[in-house]
């Protein structure tokens, strides 16, 4: 399957393809509202020159960049803000409470990034991430909005559960959120007859799985008919898949649970989830060859395991025994 670097996705919001890892991996998407753009999502710094092509395509100017909108500050998200803020004049950047110190400062995330992926691999995908003026940041608080262009409103919900400082962002002319990883991963490779098929991510350091049901419970409240997704695309039937994540988050729960007193506490963990989604996917009618499956879903299921382990010991006093 090809995935196009940009799609248009109607109500003036595009799809752009970061070009993290693979094609289809992780989004970033651009908003256009009469003479004004926002970015919500920068994929890593290797991002922005395909998030400017597209700008330049829809016949917008760097200037005309109001608004540079991550969701939260794992750097599949917002490792691009920094050289974007700084290529775009005129953007402010807005950022979850707790996001905002590190985008001014990002010494600090990079650092534990580089504790999770390695000094390589952080050089290879990531590359540097130059630090944010903070007077161009605007904190933004639940239920607090914003609007650009032709008076396009985007309002901001609190959504701990994957991360703490994640907000999810709402759009009222597509009523639709921009998820972050708040609604899962769904990978477009694993489509089939069945429509999409979703999954937890469970990734270090602030997995909180009875904050993450409430965040879900809040959005749906809004009776979204679309989400989009960074990791990937746009999704409808919102409330069935979102009955699945919730089936899959506590799925992870229980694994990691019942894996905890074992000696190789990480290979059980990750070999379950494997013979897990192999056997979901299979069930969801998936005919990909189960090498590619494994490949597809290899570092997904890595940090999900690495997520669970920090949970785990987080939890350790009330799950012992
Ligand atoms: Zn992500």
Redesign the pocket.
């Known amino acids: 399957m090809t995935l196009p670097p940009t799609q248009d996705l109607g109500h003036g919001i595009t799809l752009i393809d970061s070009g993290m890892h693979r094609p289809g991996l992780?989004a970033c998407y651009m908003m256009v509202s009469g003479e004004e753009a926002a970015f919500i999502e920068t994929g890593t710094t290797h991002s922005v020159p395909g998030m400017l092509k597209a700008l330049a395509a829809a016949g917008l100017t760097t200037e005309q960049v109001r608004y540079v909108i991550p969701t939260h500050v794992?750097l599949?998200?917002a490792g691009g803000v920094g050289l974007l803020m700084r290529e775009c004049p005129n953007a402010e950047l807005a950022i979850h409470p707790r996001g905002a110190a590190h985008m001014i400062d990002p010494a600090k995330l990079y650092a534990g990034a580089t504790a999770v992926y390695g000094e390589a691999t952080m050089q290879r995908v990531y590359g540097e991430i130059p630090p944010v003026d903070k007077d161009r940041v605007v904190v933004r608080e639940d239920g607090s909005s914003l609007s650009f262009g032709d008076g396009r409103n985007l309002m901001f919900l609190d959504t701990p559960g994957h991360a703490r400082h994640h907000f999810c962002v709402y759009d009222e002319t597509s009523n639709g959120f921009f998820t972050g990883?708040t609604f899962g991963l769904s990978y477009r490779e694993f489509d089939t007859d069945n429509g999409p098929f979703i999954m937890a991510?469970t990734t270090p350091v602030q997995f909180d799985p009875e904050a993450w049901m409430n965040s879900l419970d809040r959005m749906l409240g809004y009776e979204p008919a679309v989400m989009y997704l960074?990791?990937y695309g746009k999704v409808e039937d919102v409330p069935a898949l979102a009955a699945r994540l919730k089936k899959d988050i506590q799925y992870h729960v229980s694994v990691a649970r019942e894996c905890h007193a074992n000696d190789a506490r990480h290979a059980c963990i990750r070999e379950r989830l494997m013979a897990h989604y192999l056997e979901l996917l299979s069930l969801h009618g998936c005919r990909l060859p189960q090498e590619q499956i494994r490949k597809l879903l290899e570092m997904d299921i890595e940090l999900n395991t690495q997520g669970l382990e920090v949970w785990l010991d987080r939890q350790q006093p009330t799950i012992t025994g």
Do not use: M, S
Request: hydrophobic content about 10%; charged content about 25%.
């Open positions: 992780a794992h599949d998200h990883d991510t960074t990791h």
